[in-house]
């Protein structure tokens, strides 16, 4: 675990940066981000999952007793910390299962049969920064808790293919595997030490492996390493070991998934890097995201809750990495149609026009318009040139302008903004003032034209 001293600071030259591996979302990605996460919670909403929050620190051995203590996450990637008011050992939370799961036994969610839940947040490891890998960063995930059938699996599949498909993404691949209860991994790994110790003499059989063999054998599967990879094709694979009641939910998971026309491919190395899995696993990845080319994954870990409390609930789930599905959308070259940042630019010259602009301001926000009011910059008020440069450059559908002869007449003038460089004869408007706001609504949220 990576233990965080005093909240430090990192200045240079009288200037303060973000921690390395931390990022900024800034407005021009943001509106990306917003849209995204606006699309995945309407897909969960219309599948009947309801949002739950956690809090992103929690108590270490929530993490040791559910991810495990022999995993990489437990044992190098924690931010963890002693809490000074009482000496608890706390951790920023790297995933967000845990704690809904916590969340589900300390508040009795499932006393009225199962739930659907969904959370979005910050996740946090300690890891060496790199593209789509992060110290900070983003997860979209989903836990469906008290359902034991092969069903709720596969629906969790479909319900990301439906995901890729409103994203209009292609190029993303559907990675399978079941790795059975406990009794049948046992014995696999019993052969699969076995098979590897018949190895121990090359030279590929480096610390890594021993370290992995004897914490947790399945963990070899893991490795990145091409030479071990190669030595592994020829070993042994856990869907052989599976028994009658394993191998059926895993062949009626494909049965679902094939009658819905959802392609994968059975990778029996497919293990997880979490020790609560079992039964159906599963990842979605690209080939266009190089080494971190995760995107999704999830699976059956039906023995989680047990773990914490005397009841045995069998669950499912899957989690997205929002930065990398991001990156994805961006090199896939996508334009989602998005509605303004702003509806409305108002322009004001004078301090009467000023104090129409505030009044007409808060009447559009009231029919539901997003309106920009210009204000002081720099200390200088600005004239009508200036705040129309500013308007064109908001991107505003409309600018509205009150000037000294609207003050007098209690008009203003409505300038159509919309592709006014390829179409010069939009034209703008002198219109009543009381009539401004009904005029506005329909040009934009009713979309009427004339």
């Known amino acids: 675990m990576f233990l965080l001293n005093k909240c430090k600071m990192f200045k240079k030259k009288n200037k303060i940066y973000r921690i390395k591996g931390m990022n900024d979302i800034l407005p021009i990605d943001s509106k990306l981000w917003e849209l995204l996460e606006n699309k995945i919670f309407f897909l ?74 969904w959370y979005s947040g910050p996740m946090f490891r300690h890891e060496r920064p790199q593209c789509g890998r992060y110290r900070q960063f983003y997860q979209i995930g989903v836990e469906a808790i008290g359902f034991p059938g092969p069903d709720i699996d596969a629906e969790l599949i479909i319900m990301c293919s439906r995901l890729w498909r409103n994203l209009k993404l292609k190029n993303i691949y559907l990675e399978l595997n079941s790795i059975g209860n406990f ?33 947790n054998s399945l963990r070899v599967l893991d490795s990145k390493n091409l030479i071990i990879q190669k030595i592994l094709s020829n070993a042994p694979k856990l869907l052989d070991y599976l028994e009658k009641d394993s191998l059926d939910h895993f062949n009626n998971v494909q049965k679902i998934l094939k009658y819905n026309n959802i392609s994968y491919k059975i990778n029996t190395k497919l293990v997880r890097g979490m020790d609560y899995y079992n039964r159906t696993v599963f990842e979605w990845t690209t080939d266009k995201l190089g080494s971190q ?11 989680l809750i047990k773990k914490f409390s005397n009841k045995f609930v069998p669950a499912s789930g899957f989690a997205i990495g929002v930065e990398r599905l991001i990156e994805l959308i961006k090199k896939s070259n996508i334009n989602y149609n998005s509605s303004n940042t702003c509806d409305i630019y108002i322009v004001h010259v004078g301090q009467e026009a000023e104090l129409k ?9 009231t029919l539901g318009l997003k309106v920009i009011l210009n204000c002081i910059f ?31 007449n209690n008009t203003l003038i409505i300038k159509d903004l919309r592709n006014q460089y390829n179409n010069p004869t939009l034209k703008q408007i002198s219109i009543s003032f009381q009539d401004a706001g009904n005029y506005l609504y329909k040009k934009i949220i009713k979309n009427i034209n004339n």
């Open 183 to 215: 009794h049948e991994r046992k014995k696999y790994c019993i052969d699969l030490i076995n098979y590897i110790e018949k190895h121990k003499d090359s030279k590929w059989f480096c610390d890594d492996i021993k370290h992995r063999l004897s914490l």
């Open 357 to 365: 602009a505030f009044l007409l301001s808060e009447n559009l926000r």
């Open 44 to 117: 969960l909403k219309s599948y009947g999952f309801e949002q739950i929050r956690t809090p992103i620190v929690e108590s270490t051995s929530l993490f040791m007793h559910s991810l495990g203590e022999a995993t990489d996450i437990v044992k190098k990637e924690m931010y963890s910390f002693i809490d000074a008011l009482n000496g608890d050992n706390l951790s920023l939370r790297p995933e967000g299962t845990a704690s809904v799961i916590r969340a589900v036994i300390e508040n009795n969610l499932i006393y009225d049969g199962p739930k659907r839940l």
């Open 378 to 408: 720099n200390n200088i008020p600005e004239n009508f040139k200036s705040q129309m440069k500013r308007a064109n450059a908001s991107n505003a559908s409309f600018a509205a302008i009150i000037g000294e002869n609207e003050i007098a």
């Open 293 to 303: 080319n995760s995107i999704c994954g999830g699976g059956r870990y039906d023995f």
